[in-house]
């Protein structure tokens, strides 16, 4: 199927990298773009169009308001079953994160209530709808409530499963969540379901935190896994600074695909200066600091050392709620202090980059996926918390 769209005020980031100090947007008023197979196949005024529209072509009035890149949000946690409604009440009440963990709450009272849900698949179905209604077209979607290796891969399954339901473009990541009681099996069984792993997905995380595996565990599952070529990241450094930035600097380099390092609210200026070695992203979800009352990650001492960084939700069962890349927007002005112009390169063109994924830009080749924004000034995108603001467009 053919599309026109007609009289749209173009608002995108343009970049043949991914963008870190300096951040520009390009403006382009009552433009057309032709739209086929998915993709942008042509924009210009009518006249440089007109000749390729067919009777077949369906046209599309923008009526004037800005067209921007659809959302991707490459940092979320959405195979789930069970609210963690009463760790919220304990925060509330002064207890932390650890604390509430070894209560018995945290990620461990959400595997209790995944593991064996009946209703996962439609769960998912519903909150990646909530997604695309706030504009998010494309999302990375990891598992990671089950711990059993098995039960992990079968979610893996399930998401890509669910791809075919919903209009949003879902990319599996396999994340290694928690440690199971038996480490060692653990790696045994990891080592045999490599490969199917990675038949499933190009991404592997692995969760490094005291309540999650160690710094040494961490090292251990790279080994294992680092043959098959994965994409590897790093939920890390969101409780304090362990070292296993550095550490894998020094122990590996480049020479493994390290693509990104998630969370980073604790970072010395030695760990910051490794990832710029290493050349990663690093993604940041302040909705996860307001949802915790924690402190903010210093993205502009990442940003000093040139390195691209990414804004996602960080959507879950507990830690953070957020679905709206709209909220993170504007969570993301007033407490990371970033510019318009930057938090749209960061939930569109980088975490594009990240993903591998031809989007997150209006060009010519580039993936229909689109947010017409109704307003007068474009930038109201991360002042308003209104989501009735922006109407998700992805021409398939």
């Not at 009946?118 to 598992?143: D, S, V």
């Not at 070529?229 to 930035?245: M, P, Q, V």
């Not at 050349?279 to 001492?301: C, D, H, Q, R």
Request: glycine residues 4%; neutral net charge.
């Amino acid at each position: 199927m053919a599309y026109l769209l007609i009289n749209a005020n173009i608002i995108t980031p343009l970049t043949e990298k991914p963008i870190s100090k300096q951040a520009k947007v390009f403006e382009f008023k009552d433009h057309c773009l032709l739209i086929d197979k998915n993709k942008i196949k042509k924009i210009g005024n009518y006249r440089e169009i007109k000749n390729e529209i067919t009777k077949d072509t369906e046209i599309i009035d923008i009526n004037h308001n800005y067209l921007l890149p659809g959302f991707v949000d490459c940092h979320t946690h959405p195979v789930f079953n069970g609210k963690r409604i009463n760790d919220f009440i304990k925060r509330v009440e002064g207890k932390s994160y650890q604390e509430i963990a070894k209560e018995g709450g945290g990620i461990k009272y959400t595997v209790e209530k995944t593991i064996n849900s009946p209703n996962l698949k439609n769960l998912l179905i519903q909150r990646i709808q909530n997604f695309y209604q706030n504009g998010t077209t494309i999302i990375e979607a990891k598992n990671g409530y089950a711990i059993e290796l098995e039960k992990e891969i079968e979610h893996l399954k399930l998401i890509k499963e669910v791809s075919n339901f919903v209009k949003v473009q879902l990319i599996p990541t396999f994340l290694a969540h928690i440690p199971p009681e038996n480490f060692e099996e653990y790696k045994k069984e990891l080592k045999a379901k490599a490969k199917e792993i990675r038949n499933l997905t190009d991404f592997f995380d692995i969760f490094c935190d005291k309540t999650a595996f160690s710094v040494k565990q961490t090292l251990e599952i790279v080994e294992i896994t680092k043959d098959y070529k994965f994409y590897y990241r790093f939920h890390t450094n969101e409780f304090d600074d362990d070292g296993l930035i550095e550490e894998l600097y020094e122990r590996y380099g480049k020479k493994i695909n390290i693509v990104s390092f998630d969370h980073l609210l604790v970072l010395k200026k030695k760990t910051i200066e490794a990832i710029r070695k290493i050349g990663a992203f690093a993604v940041i979800m302040p909705s996860t600091s307001w949802f915790l009352g924690k402190n903010y990650s210093p993205v502009l001492e990442i940003l000093e050392q040139d390195i691209p960084v990414c804004l996602a939700t960080d959507y879950n069962a507990g830690s953070s709620n957020a679905i709206s890349l709209l909220f993170v927007a504007n969570l993301a002005s007033i407490y990371l202090k970033l510019k318009p112009e930057y938090i749209l390169s960061f939930i569109t063109v980088n975490p594009s980059f990240l993903l591998n994924i031809n989007s997150g830009q209006i060009r010519e080749g580039f993936l229909a996926n689109f947010n017409v924004l109704k307003t007068d000034d474009w930038r109201e995108f991360c002042f308003s918390l209104d989501n009735n603001l922006i109407q998700p467009l992805k021409l398939n």
